[in-house]
Protein backbone atom coordinates (compact mmCIF):
# COMPACT_ATOMS: atom_id res chain seq x y z
CA UNK A 1 0.00 0.00 0.00
CA UNK A 2 1.76 3.48 -0.96
CA UNK A 3 1.15 6.44 1.11
CA UNK A 4 2.48 9.08 -1.13
CA UNK A 5 0.13 11.79 -2.65
CA UNK A 6 -0.75 11.41 -5.94
CA UNK A 7 1.16 13.35 -8.38
CA UNK A 8 -1.40 15.33 -9.48
CA UNK A 9 -1.10 18.51 -11.95
CA UNK A 10 -2.22 20.28 -8.60
CA UNK A 11 0.88 18.43 -6.73
CA UNK A 12 3.40 19.03 -9.38
CA UNK A 13 2.66 23.23 -9.76
CA UNK A 14 3.47 22.44 -5.65
CA UNK A 15 6.75 20.92 -6.22
CA UNK A 16 7.91 23.95 -8.82
CA UNK A 17 6.19 26.74 -8.60
CA UNK A 18 5.64 26.84 -5.20
CA UNK A 19 9.31 25.69 -4.20
CA UNK A 20 9.67 28.72 -2.34
CA UNK A 21 7.03 27.57 0.34
CA UNK A 22 9.83 25.41 1.83
CA UNK A 23 12.02 28.03 3.10
CA UNK A 24 10.98 30.59 5.99
CA UNK A 25 10.87 34.46 6.04
CA UNK A 26 13.85 35.74 7.19
CA UNK A 27 14.43 39.02 8.88
CA UNK A 28 17.84 39.98 7.79
CA UNK A 29 16.59 39.24 4.34
CA UNK A 30 13.73 42.08 5.23
CA UNK A 31 16.11 44.03 6.99
CA UNK A 32 18.59 44.24 3.73
CA UNK A 33 15.22 44.90 1.17
CA UNK A 34 14.30 47.68 3.57
CA UNK A 35 17.68 48.94 3.35
CA UNK A 36 18.96 48.84 0.42
CA UNK A 37 15.69 50.01 -0.88
CA UNK A 38 17.02 53.83 0.30
CA UNK A 39 19.25 55.72 -1.60
CA UNK A 40 21.50 55.38 0.78
CA UNK A 41 21.94 52.28 1.62
CA UNK A 42 22.38 51.26 -2.12
CA UNK A 43 24.94 53.97 -2.32
CA UNK A 44 26.63 52.26 0.46
CA UNK A 45 27.13 48.70 -1.11
CA UNK A 46 28.05 50.42 -4.33
CA UNK A 47 31.18 51.61 -2.74
CA UNK A 48 31.98 48.54 -0.95
CA UNK A 49 31.81 46.55 -4.11
CA UNK A 50 33.52 49.35 -6.05
CA UNK A 51 36.49 49.76 -3.64
CA UNK A 52 36.44 45.59 -3.32
CA UNK A 53 37.11 45.66 -7.21
CA UNK A 54 39.83 48.29 -7.21
CA UNK A 55 41.71 45.93 -4.42
CA UNK A 56 40.88 42.85 -6.85
CA UNK A 57 42.39 44.49 -10.11
CA UNK A 58 45.65 45.09 -8.77
CA UNK A 59 45.73 41.76 -7.79
CA UNK A 60 44.66 40.18 -10.90
CA UNK A 61 47.40 42.14 -12.82
CA UNK A 62 50.06 41.13 -10.69
CA UNK A 63 48.97 37.50 -11.46
CA UNK A 64 48.94 37.67 -14.51
CA UNK A 65 52.51 39.52 -14.92
CA UNK A 66 54.06 36.37 -12.52
CA UNK A 67 52.17 33.98 -14.38
CA UNK A 68 53.64 35.50 -18.05
CA UNK A 69 57.25 35.62 -16.68
CA UNK A 70 56.87 31.59 -15.55
CA UNK A 71 55.62 30.98 -19.25
CA UNK A 72 51.65 30.19 -17.76
CA UNK A 73 50.30 33.07 -20.15
CA UNK A 74 50.96 34.59 -23.62
CA UNK A 75 50.23 38.15 -21.94
CA UNK A 76 51.62 39.85 -18.97
CA UNK A 77 47.45 41.26 -19.45
CA UNK A 78 44.46 39.79 -17.26
CA UNK A 79 41.02 40.25 -19.49
CA UNK A 80 39.24 39.77 -15.77
CA UNK A 81 41.13 42.44 -14.53
CA UNK A 82 40.45 45.02 -17.71
CA UNK A 83 36.58 43.98 -17.16
CA UNK A 84 36.22 44.61 -13.61
CA UNK A 85 38.33 48.20 -13.33
CA UNK A 86 35.41 49.24 -16.18
CA UNK A 87 32.58 47.90 -13.51
CA UNK A 88 34.52 49.92 -11.06
CA UNK A 89 34.60 53.35 -13.00
CA UNK A 90 30.59 52.51 -14.01
CA UNK A 91 29.85 52.51 -10.27
CA UNK A 92 31.99 55.02 -8.80
CA UNK A 93 30.27 57.60 -12.17
CA UNK A 94 26.52 55.96 -11.15
CA UNK A 95 27.40 56.92 -7.44
CA UNK A 96 28.35 60.43 -8.58
CA UNK A 97 25.33 60.86 -10.85
CA UNK A 98 22.66 59.77 -8.26
CA UNK A 99 24.34 62.55 -6.13
CA UNK A 100 23.54 65.38 -8.59
CA UNK A 101 20.11 65.82 -6.15
CA UNK A 102 22.25 66.24 -2.92
CA UNK A 103 21.97 70.30 -2.38
CA UNK A 104 17.82 69.04 -0.96
CA UNK A 105 18.73 67.41 1.68
CA UNK A 106 21.46 70.08 2.33
CA UNK A 107 18.90 73.26 2.30
CA UNK A 108 16.20 70.92 4.39
CA UNK A 109 19.10 70.58 7.26
CA UNK A 110 20.34 74.28 7.60
CA UNK A 111 16.54 75.29 7.78
CA UNK A 112 15.88 72.48 10.35
CA UNK A 113 19.35 73.52 12.26
CA UNK A 114 17.86 77.31 12.63
CA UNK A 115 14.72 76.17 14.40
CA UNK A 116 15.96 73.14 16.44
CA UNK A 117 19.67 73.95 17.44
CA UNK A 118 22.04 71.28 18.83
CA UNK A 119 22.62 70.75 22.63
CA UNK A 120 25.91 73.37 22.58
CA UNK A 121 26.39 76.32 21.04
CA UNK A 122 29.71 74.96 19.28
CA UNK A 123 27.77 72.22 18.00
CA UNK A 124 25.61 74.57 16.11
CA UNK A 125 28.91 76.47 15.10
CA UNK A 126 30.47 73.46 13.25
CA UNK A 127 26.75 72.31 11.77
CA UNK A 128 26.78 75.71 10.20
CA UNK A 129 30.49 75.51 9.22
CA UNK A 130 29.53 71.75 7.86
CA UNK A 131 26.22 72.77 5.94
CA UNK A 132 28.09 75.75 4.34
CA UNK A 133 30.94 73.76 2.91
CA UNK A 134 28.54 71.20 1.28
CA UNK A 135 26.59 74.05 -0.01
CA UNK A 136 30.12 74.78 -2.06
CA UNK A 137 30.85 71.25 -2.60
CA UNK A 138 27.78 70.09 -4.29
CA UNK A 139 27.52 72.61 -7.12
CA UNK A 140 31.22 72.39 -7.70
CA UNK A 141 31.22 68.42 -8.09
CA UNK A 142 28.14 69.00 -9.93
CA UNK A 143 30.04 71.22 -12.10
CA UNK A 144 32.98 68.80 -12.45
CA UNK A 145 30.33 65.75 -13.55
CA UNK A 146 28.91 67.33 -16.31
CA UNK A 147 31.97 68.95 -17.48
CA UNK A 148 33.85 65.54 -16.94
CA UNK A 149 31.23 63.96 -19.78
CA UNK A 150 31.12 67.19 -22.37
CA UNK A 151 27.32 67.30 -21.26
CA UNK A 152 28.71 71.60 -20.68
CA UNK A 153 31.20 73.39 -22.52
CA UNK A 154 34.50 74.32 -20.73
CA UNK A 155 33.24 78.06 -21.18
CA UNK A 156 29.95 78.99 -19.75
CA UNK A 157 28.95 82.24 -21.58
CA UNK A 158 27.60 85.32 -19.60
CA UNK A 159 23.90 85.95 -20.66
CA UNK A 160 23.82 90.07 -21.38
CA UNK A 161 21.25 92.09 -20.10
CA UNK A 162 19.50 92.44 -23.44
CA UNK A 163 18.46 88.47 -23.40
CA UNK A 164 16.08 89.61 -20.40
CA UNK A 165 14.57 91.89 -22.50
CA UNK A 166 11.28 90.46 -25.07
CA UNK A 167 11.43 91.42 -28.68
CA UNK A 168 14.52 92.83 -28.70
CA UNK A 169 17.21 90.82 -31.05
CA UNK A 170 20.25 89.65 -28.30
CA UNK A 171 24.02 89.05 -29.36
CA UNK A 172 25.76 86.40 -28.17
CA UNK A 173 27.96 87.16 -25.17
CA UNK A 174 31.91 88.04 -25.46
CA UNK A 175 32.14 87.31 -22.07
CA UNK A 176 32.71 83.85 -20.72
CA UNK A 177 33.19 81.74 -16.90
CA UNK A 178 36.41 79.59 -17.82
CA UNK A 179 35.58 75.98 -16.12
CA UNK A 180 38.69 73.80 -15.62
CA UNK A 181 38.27 70.47 -14.84
CA UNK A 182 41.10 69.74 -12.33
CA UNK A 183 39.92 72.41 -10.47
CA UNK A 184 36.55 71.58 -9.90
CA UNK A 185 37.34 68.27 -8.82
CA UNK A 186 40.26 69.70 -6.40
CA UNK A 187 37.94 72.61 -4.70
CA UNK A 188 35.35 70.20 -4.53
CA UNK A 189 37.04 67.78 -2.37
CA UNK A 190 38.56 70.64 -0.39
CA UNK A 191 34.96 71.97 0.94
CA UNK A 192 34.87 68.13 1.71
CA UNK A 193 37.71 67.67 3.40
CA UNK A 194 36.76 70.85 5.68
CA UNK A 195 33.94 69.15 6.40
CA UNK A 196 35.25 65.73 7.47
CA UNK A 197 37.55 67.86 9.97
CA UNK A 198 34.56 69.85 11.03
CA UNK A 199 32.83 66.05 11.52
CA UNK A 200 35.88 64.46 13.79
CA UNK A 201 35.26 68.06 16.23
CA UNK A 202 31.99 67.35 15.83
CA UNK A 203 31.87 63.41 17.23
CA UNK A 204 34.87 65.26 20.01
CA UNK A 205 32.02 67.24 21.36
CA UNK A 206 29.27 64.40 21.24
CA UNK A 207 32.02 62.43 22.94
CA UNK A 208 32.01 64.92 25.67
CA UNK A 209 28.35 65.14 25.77
CA UNK A 210 27.89 61.45 26.38
CA UNK A 211 30.57 61.51 29.11
CA UNK A 212 29.17 64.25 31.01
CA UNK A 213 25.78 62.17 30.38
CA UNK A 214 27.10 58.95 31.78
CA UNK A 215 28.52 60.83 34.96
CA UNK A 216 25.55 62.47 35.29
CA UNK A 217 23.67 58.69 35.48
CA UNK A 218 26.52 57.72 37.62
CA UNK A 219 26.26 59.97 40.33
CA UNK A 220 21.99 59.84 40.67
CA UNK A 221 20.93 58.54 43.71
CA UNK A 222 19.32 55.53 41.59
CA UNK A 223 21.99 55.07 39.43
CA UNK A 224 21.80 54.16 35.62
CA UNK A 225 19.44 51.97 35.34
CA UNK A 226 20.17 48.53 32.63
CA UNK A 227 18.24 50.78 29.89
CA UNK A 228 20.19 53.18 29.98
CA UNK A 229 23.40 52.38 30.53
CA UNK A 230 22.46 49.76 26.85
CA UNK A 231 21.84 53.43 25.39
CA UNK A 232 24.95 54.84 26.42
CA UNK A 233 26.82 51.65 25.14
CA UNK A 234 25.00 51.83 21.56
CA UNK A 235 25.87 55.81 21.61
CA UNK A 236 29.41 55.23 22.46
CA UNK A 237 29.86 52.50 19.78
CA UNK A 238 27.95 54.39 17.00
CA UNK A 239 30.71 57.48 18.11
CA UNK A 240 33.64 54.95 17.25
CA UNK A 241 32.33 54.07 14.39
CA UNK A 242 31.47 57.18 12.62
CA UNK A 243 35.17 57.91 14.30
CA UNK A 244 36.54 55.31 12.14
CA UNK A 245 34.36 56.33 8.86
CA UNK A 246 35.66 60.08 9.11
CA UNK A 247 39.29 58.94 10.20
CA UNK A 248 39.46 57.05 6.77
CA UNK A 249 38.13 59.94 4.48
CA UNK A 250 40.52 62.43 5.74
CA UNK A 251 44.01 61.12 4.35
CA UNK A 252 40.95 60.57 1.13
CA UNK A 253 40.02 63.68 1.07
CA UNK A 254 43.56 65.21 1.44
CA UNK A 255 44.75 62.99 -1.19
CA UNK A 256 42.23 63.92 -3.53
CA UNK A 257 42.57 67.99 -2.54
CA UNK A 258 45.87 68.45 -3.70
CA UNK A 259 47.27 68.27 -7.13
CA UNK A 260 49.85 65.69 -6.49
CA UNK A 261 48.29 63.59 -4.07
CA UNK A 262 49.46 62.50 -0.57
CA UNK A 263 49.00 58.78 -1.44
CA UNK A 264 51.62 57.54 -3.60
CA UNK A 265 50.12 54.13 -3.83
CA UNK A 266 46.64 53.99 -5.48
CA UNK A 267 45.86 50.40 -3.11
CA UNK A 268 45.74 52.52 0.00
CA UNK A 269 43.51 54.38 -1.91
CA UNK A 270 41.18 51.36 -1.84
CA UNK A 271 41.94 50.50 1.29
CA UNK A 272 40.86 53.47 2.84
CA UNK A 273 37.91 53.46 0.79
CA UNK A 274 36.90 50.09 1.32
CA UNK A 275 37.49 51.03 5.09
CA UNK A 276 35.01 53.79 5.48
CA UNK A 277 32.44 51.90 2.80
CA UNK A 278 32.29 48.77 5.10
CA UNK A 279 32.39 51.10 8.45
CA UNK A 280 29.12 53.38 6.50
CA UNK A 281 27.43 50.54 6.11
CA UNK A 282 27.58 48.96 9.74
CA UNK A 283 26.15 52.68 10.47
CA UNK A 284 23.25 52.68 8.22
CA UNK A 285 22.22 48.31 9.07
CA UNK A 286 21.82 49.12 12.42
CA UNK A 287 20.28 52.45 11.99
CA UNK A 288 17.29 50.58 9.72
CA UNK A 289 17.07 48.04 12.26
CA UNK A 290 13.66 47.54 13.46
CA UNK A 291 14.06 48.90 16.81
CA UNK A 292 15.85 52.13 16.32
CA UNK A 293 18.09 53.48 18.64
CA UNK A 294 16.65 56.21 20.89
CA UNK A 295 16.96 59.77 20.64
CA UNK A 296 17.42 62.64 23.52
CA UNK A 297 13.83 63.16 23.53
CA UNK A 298 13.15 59.54 24.65
CA UNK A 299 15.34 60.29 27.54
CA UNK A 300 13.94 61.54 30.93
CA UNK A 301 16.54 63.50 32.18
CA UNK A 302 17.12 62.90 35.93
CA UNK A 303 15.61 65.68 38.14
CA UNK A 304 17.43 69.18 38.41
CA UNK A 305 19.86 68.44 35.65
CA UNK A 306 20.63 71.05 33.35
CA UNK A 307 19.57 71.23 29.84
CA UNK A 308 23.07 72.27 28.74
CA UNK A 309 24.26 68.63 29.67
CA UNK A 310 21.50 66.50 27.57
CA UNK A 311 23.43 64.49 25.41
CA UNK A 312 23.56 64.87 21.32
CA UNK A 313 20.95 63.44 19.26
CA UNK A 314 21.64 60.04 18.35
CA UNK A 315 24.39 60.90 15.53
CA UNK A 316 21.20 62.35 14.04
CA UNK A 317 23.50 64.25 11.46
CA UNK A 318 21.30 64.84 8.37
CA UNK A 319 24.71 64.11 6.21
CA UNK A 320 25.77 60.72 7.19
CA UNK A 321 23.72 58.87 4.48
CA UNK A 322 24.61 61.60 1.92
CA UNK A 323 28.47 62.23 2.09
CA UNK A 324 29.90 59.43 0.47
CA UNK A 325 33.39 59.23 -1.08
CA UNK A 326 33.59 60.84 -4.65
CA UNK A 327 34.60 58.85 -7.32
CA UNK A 328 38.01 61.37 -7.90
CA UNK A 329 39.93 58.80 -7.09
CA UNK A 330 40.84 59.42 -11.30
CA UNK A 331 42.08 63.39 -10.16
Given at each position: ??F??PL ?11 A?S ?12 R?L???S???K??M?IQ ?9 L????R????A ?7 S ?17 M ?9 I ?13 T ?13 M ?18 P???P ?7 I ?9 NH?P ?5 L???S???WA??VV????H ?28 D?R????AL ?10 L?L ?6 E ?6 D??VS ?6 G?A ?5 W ?12 D?P????ES????L??YL ?7 I????L??L
Amino acid sequence: MSFSKPLTLARVEDLTLGAFSNIAPSQTLDHLVRFLSTWSGSDKLFMIIQYTVKLIVPFLQWRARLQYGAGLRKAPVSPAADRLAILGNLIGDARMFFRIWGLLPIFQWLIALERNSPPTRWLRTIERLQGWSMLAYYPLEHLYYLLSHSVIPNKLPLPSLTAFIPFVRTKPSDNHIPLDLGKLGLWSTRFWAAYVVLQLAHLQEDSKLLTARERTLNKSKTGATAAEKEDIRKRRSALWNEFIVNLAYLPLTIHWSTEKGIISNDVWVSVLGLIAGVASWKSGWEATALTPAPTVGDIPLPAGESTETKLAPYLDDPLKDVITAPALDEL
